[in-house]
């Protein structure tokens, strides 16, 4: 028995290894790219810090490029798409758990099927609808069309959780003098911090990586994420490898910052002993 | 302290009646107890005076004012849950002061409260921890008392004791019969526990299939049972029922016969109903005490002080109770005795009192 659980136990761990080598191994190669000098871009050595690694890479796209530019950009138009994301999914999310009302289960279902639909064919009527709000190269284009695509997942996250919540702390709190709002806003919200980090996360990097609506959206140099100015580095003859490869490192950090900051409040287990058991 | 009228409620969930016509009068600073099987509408009534469940029809009034669309938190009520409902991210302390906070008192005032209600709840060494650290009976005291700091008109209990176990329940039983000696507020107190209903209650009102079957002092409703539901679900052990018919002064069943004092204005099918403290097998003929009917002992419990027969006359089965120091055994044949004025006699038909 102890054998087979620890043939197991191998097994499970050799897996999980060999997975975090496949998802790391990219990173660590655009790291080394970035590293490397002017002359050796395209070589296929292979080592992590190549010989005569430099920062100049960093520099170049610092001091030659829009970099910072974009990078305020995408923050700004991230940063406010995950706040409005986040209360719009929080909102709706709570109304689906808590209430029935005619069309709830339809509206469920309807926000499910919407992700089956490859982004892609979503965006010439997003495109069209953007026009028409008269939205077109501005941030709050983006903004709205950012925090919608996002909100069927993050609603589906936050209603699954406000599930999990006894309504009876809700019913103590109304008892207690909270209006129906008040219960939401001061029991079930401050509870559901695990969901709602993960609903930020969730729209965070689905708008700081997204390149398709802000190419149809954004005409104008100036307004560019940093996922257009990267492109931009595409050149038609040469492409500046050392540099997007450096580009890129810099627009994870971020990201990164992010969810190592949001990892406190992912910790759940919260509910646990508010009401029985 | 306020008094609670409830007129003529009913609640009907997707056309199934929960409650049908329920009245009742809860007297300021009254102990009032709802009993009733799992599912007889205790918690949709005591929900509906908490304003958290529509009225479908009637009236309720808390202190002569109409409350039917006041929410929760106009109706100066608190309320006690089975499983404590405690604020998780809140410490006990918070907990406690949560209803006060949101009505701004003065910082020192809520100080003050919450130090009195731990006080009383002996709970002052637990206000900084949170409900998460707590045991279930220290839970219960907590939600108590996050009850009693918001000095309500009106204390709502539903079956604050049932999550505990017996002796936790025991102690918690009597020590809110205190708190209601001290702040002699206006309760409402729903459970399905016998012992609860008869002990803390000054009046009691036992309800079964959305129905107040009957409401008064546990004495009387004990005594005096109004019908035949009421008579088999108060008491423990269970009242025995006997279908049979009376007669000229008399009770006769296929099984059994004797007469009756000073009924004989009541003939036809009835149902007669003893309680096991009610029947006796070594008894002498006695004033007040049955002729004697032979029985024989199927089983015999001991239970220290006293002992339960499972009585067998014809194929009529009974329950008796008796001293510890009776010597019968399983299979001997014994003369059991009714005491006549523990009979009840109800309506074959109506199942009411006769
Ligand atoms: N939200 C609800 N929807 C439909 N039926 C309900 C609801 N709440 C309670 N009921 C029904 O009402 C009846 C009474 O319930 P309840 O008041 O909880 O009984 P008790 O507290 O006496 O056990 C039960 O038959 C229950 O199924
Ligand atoms: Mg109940």
New binding site residues.
């Given amino acids: 028995m102890a054998e087979r659980a620890r043939a197991k136990n191998v097994l499970l761990h050799a897996a999980l290894v060999a997975a975090c080598i496949v998802s790391v191994y990219p990173m660590l190669r655009m790291i080394a790219v970035s590293l490397r000098p002017g002359d050796r871009l395209l070589s296929t050595d292979l080592s992590l810090i190549p010989a005569g690694a430099s920062l100049a890479a960093y520099g170049r796209v610092l001091a030659e490029t829009n970099f910072l530019l974009w990078l305020w950009n995408s923050l700004v138009i991230t940063t406010v798409t995950s706040f409005i994301g986040v209360s719009l999914a929080a909102t709706a999310g709570y109304a689906f758990s808590r209430f029935r009302f005619p069309g709830s289960k339809l509206g469920l279902t309807l926000l499910l099927g919407t992700q089956m639909i490859p982004a892609g064919m979503l965006l010439l009527p997003l495109f069209l609808m953007i026009m028409r709000l008269g939205l077109v190269n501005t941030y709050l284009g983006m903004i709205v069309a950012y925090s919608v695509t996002s909100l069927p997942f993050s609603i589906w996250i936050l209603k699954g959780y406000y599930d999990t919540i006894p309504r009876s702390l809700e019913e103590a709190a109304l008892v207690d003098g909270t209006t129906r709002f008040g219960a939401f806003y001061r029991i079930v919200l401050p509870l559901s911090t695990p969901a709602l980090s993960i609903a930020f996360l969730f729209n965070f990097t689905q708008a700081w990586n997204e390149y398709l609506v802000a190419r149809v959206v954004l005409c104008d140099a100036s307004k560019y994420t940093w996922t257009l100015g990267l492109f931009e580095l595409q050149g038609q003859f040469l492409t500046q490898w050392g540099m997007f490869a450096a580009g890129s490192f810099l627009v994870t950090i971020p990201v990164l910052l992010l969810f190592l900051y949001s990892s406190k409040w992912l910790v759940s287990g919260l509910t646990l002993g508010g009401v029985k058991g | 302290m306020a008094s609670v009228t409830l007129s003529r409620i009913t609640?009907v969930?997707?056309e199934?009646p929960?409650?049908d016509d329920i009245s009742l009068e809860v007297a300021e600073g009254e102990f009032m107890i709802?009993v009733?099987?799992?599912?007889?509408?205790?918690?949709?009534?005591?929900?509906m005076v908490a304003g958290l469940?529509e009225i479908t029809d009637g009236e309720i009034r808390i202190g002569g004012q109409v409350v039917n669309h006041l929410p929760p938190r106009d109706r100066e009520i608190a309320m006690v849950v089975q499983d404590y409902a405690l604020y998780p991210h809140m410490t006990v302390a918070e907990n406690m002061s949560f209803g006060l906070r949101l009505r701004r008192l003065p910082k020192d005032e809520i100080a003050r409260r919450v130090d009195e209600a731990a006080g009383i709840l002996q709970i002052q060494s637990l206000l900084g921890r949170t409900p998460r650290q707590l045991s279930g009976g220290q839970r219960q005291r907590v939600a108590i008392g996050r009850a009693i700091v918001r000095k309500p008109k009106v204390f709502l209990f539903?079956?604050p004791l049932s999550n505990l176990d017996a002796k936790l329940r025991e102690e918690m039983r009597v020590e809110i019969a205190k708190l209601h000696q001290s702040l002699g507020a206006t309760i409402l107190y729903?459970t399905?526990d016998q012992v609860e209903a008869m002990t803390l209650g000054s009046r009691l009102a036992v309800?079964n299939g959305?129905l107040i079957q009957q409401a008064g002092a546990p004495a009387e409703v004990f005594s005096r049972p109004a019908n035949h539901f009421v008579a088999g679900f108060i008491g423990s052990p269970t009242m025995n029922f006997i279908p049979g018919a009376a007669a000229g002064g008399g009770f006769q069943s296929p099984d059994l016969s004797f007469k009756l004092d000073g009924r004989n204005s009541v003939s036809g099918p009835v149902v007669l109903g003893v309680r096991p403290e009610g029947i006796s097998v070594d008894k002498a003929a006695g004033e007040g005490w049955s002729e004697p009917v032979p029985a024989v002992i199927e089983v015999v419990e001991l239970l220290g002080y006293k002992r339960n027969l499972y009585l067998k006359a014809g194929d009529q089965r009974l329950l008796a109770v008796a001293d510890a120091s009776f010597g019968g055994k399983p299979g001997d044949t014994v003369s059991m005795r009714f005491q006549l004025d523990g009979i009840h006699l109800f309506d074959k038909e109506t199942k009411k009192r006769l």
């Fill in positions: 609640k969930y997707h199934h929960v409650l709802l009733g099987p799992s599912g007889c509408g205790k918690s949709t009534l005591l929900r469940e539903d079956e729903v399905h309800m959305g």
